[in-house]
């Protein structure tokens, strides 16, 4: 079993930046890729970024490309999400997840879920 943490979510101004973190406990984090997702309200989770097990592939959705860095610390347990040159559309409570598939991309393929930071990007 992994136990997921999200943390370092907020209120924050268009244009500006933030990093969540997510801390793993239980099982090492370095056995799964990690990815984040975001749900807005009224709306279905989406993905927004992935990070294979050892840092050395990234993915990340077309709307947040080039303004979001997925990043991890194995040595720390930890995956980050910076967040850079924020819209309002990037509103959404953001979730962490853990899993073993490559399919990076689906939710349904993680095993392991985090309670979700709230991120708040006000115009």
């Known amino acids: 079993q992994v136990q997921l943490v999200e943390s370092g979510g907020g209120l924050v101004q268009a244009g500006g930046s933030l990093r969540v973190s997510c801390a793993a406990s239980?099982?090492?984090?370095?056995?799964?890729?990690a990815g984040w997702f975001r749900q807005a309200p009224g709306k279905e989770r989406e993905f927004v970024a992935a990070i294979n097990w050892n840092g050395g592939s990234t993915y990340y959705a077309d709307s947040v490309k080039g303004r979001f860095t997925i990043s991890r610390d194995n040595a720390k347990n930890t995956v980050y999400l910076q967040m850079a040159s924020l819209k309002p559309e990037d509103t959404a409570v953001y979730y962490c997840?853990?899993?073993?598939?490559?399919?990076?991309?689906?939710?349904?393929?993680?095993?392991?879920w985090g309670q979700g930071t709230q991120v708040t990007v006000s115009s």
């Open positions: 239980g099982r090492t984090l370095s056995s799964y890729v």
């Open positions: 997840a853990a899993g073993r598939s490559t399919y990076v991309f689906s939710k349904v393929v993680y095993d392991y």
